[in-house]
């Protein structure tokens, strides 16, 4: 299989502990995604990756939130001092953007599902 | 997903035909999308659609568009139990690709 994956699938966790979650993209994917989605509600966009240059942060990304993208392929979201609304699905997608524009496919992966006590 | 919405919930019986709508407020979106995701997973690509077609036909799916109102649907012919899941319609708003959701569409086919 060589979709989106995404490790854990499932996160319990206690208020005030640090998570960490990866997501390995398609292999040939230039951009990465990371959105989070909560209960009865759309993904909600929070940041993106053109390689391993990160080039948007939504103002939902607190300070407790850091992305990474070292070398281009696989990503981690961690989140510092888990708070109970930090509960949530959080979602990657990847997607391989043509230097003539065009349509752009987001490929999501299965996502990790945060539950914080 | 504030700027794109969706009704909440639909019924259907199977072998009937599901018409999911949406509205969108980006006139200049470029492609819109369609996404199905089932209990506990990830989003699936459905169809998309480039903002200067009115339509869009892919096997049992049929897009349609109307720019001028911002309207976008999904029609679903002869809907099947595996066609129960959630539906999410969703619009490119930046160049970088950035999507943004409506809330979803629960559809629930009954036999």
């Known amino acids: 299989d060589t979709g989106v994956s995404q490790n854990p699938r499932h996160k319990i966790t206690k208020r005030g502990q640090n998570v960490t979650f990866r997501c390995d993209p398609i292999?040939?994917?230039?951009?990465l995604y990371w959105y989070r989605q909560t209960l009865g509600q759309g993904p909600e966009f929070l940041t993106y990756f053109q390689n391993e240059a990160q080039l948007e942060k939504s103002r939902l990304l607190s300070d407790r939130f850091s992305a990474e993208r070292p070398k281009g392929s696989f990503s981690t979201l961690e989140i510092q001092r888990t708070e109970q609304g930090d509960s949530a699905m959080y979602l990657c997608?990847?997607?391989?953007?043509?230097?003539?524009?065009?349509?752009?496919?987001?490929?999501f992966g299965p996502g990790t599902r945060l539950l914080v006590l | 997903g504030e700027d794109v919405e969706q009704s909440l919930f639909l019924s259907v019986r199977e072998g009937d035909s599901s018409v999911i709508n949406c509205t969108y407020t980006d006139s200049s979106s470029t492609y819109l999308y369609w996404y199905k995701q089932e209990p506990g997973a990830g989003l699936q690509l459905l169809t998309y659609i480039f903002s200067n077609m009115d339509m869009k036909q892919d096997q049992r799916l049929t897009v349609l568009l109307n720019k001028k109102d911002k309207h976008l649907s999904l029609r679903i012919a002869d809907t099947q139990t595996g066609d129960s899941a959630i539906y999410f319609c969703?619009?490119?708003?930046?160049?970088?690709?950035?999507?943004?959701f409506g809330a979803g569409t629960q559809v629930v086919v009954t036999p």
């Open positions: 997608a990847s997607s391989l953007a043509g230097l003539a524009g065009g349509q752009e496919t987001q490929y």
């Open positions: 292999s040939e994917h230039n951009r």
């Open positions: 969703a619009e490119i708003t930046d160049s970088w690709g950035k999507l943004q």
